[in-house]
């Protein structure tokens, strides 16, 4: 009887002993699954890091850049005998964030700024940022600027004008030829005064005309 006790509670000892070790073997494994789980997700955040700053980087380098000063424009103007001046040649347009270059004042194209300035009618007293008006050439509107030489009531005409007129906006600027100047995406016209008859046809032909790049785009809420 006494052999097969101890018989017995060893083989219970033998079984129990197996179980300890099973658990500590599947602890081991499950510390085990956890690190190489934690590896991996790593791995994958790194990853995904590394392709999200080279898709931004790309795209920085395609269409949004922060360190361009170069309108990326290239051509010249031609007059036609109304006395418009158009651009022959290419006016860029990437956004840009930084200060930018034009060849021509006020500028009719070229690399500008994410943001438009509002151009709903809109009358400015003091002067904008060249890069946030050409968004809003970009949209189709004229852009009406004047020098302090500009007669006041030439100035009041042309602002209550704007005033009147969707997709058009109006500011001074004094880094100018001529004291009164009307703008368009590729197009530019200086008046004698506010009732030039180019005044009207210019409005007529290039307020949402045809050589807008994004007609229909936005002129409200935007810069300034």
Known sequence: MGSAKNSSAARKARIEEMRRTERARERRNRLLTIAASVVIVAGLVVGGVVLVNSQSGKKDTAGDSKSSGSSGDSGHWVTGKDGVQTWSGKLARTHVTAKVSYPMHPPVGGNHNPIWATCDGTVYTKALQDENAVHSLEHGAVWVTYTSKAKKA?????????????????????????????????????????????????????VQGPQTPEPGAACTSGAM
């Open 154 to 206: 030439d100035v009041d005409a042309l602002a209550a004008k704007v005033k009147k007129t969707p997709y058009s906006l109006m500011s001074p600027y004094e880094n100018q030829a001529e004291p009164l100047i009307l703008s368009a995406w590729g197009h530019q016209v200086a008046v004698k005064s506010a009732d030039d008859p180019e005044v009207n046809k210019f409005f007529a032909a290039y």
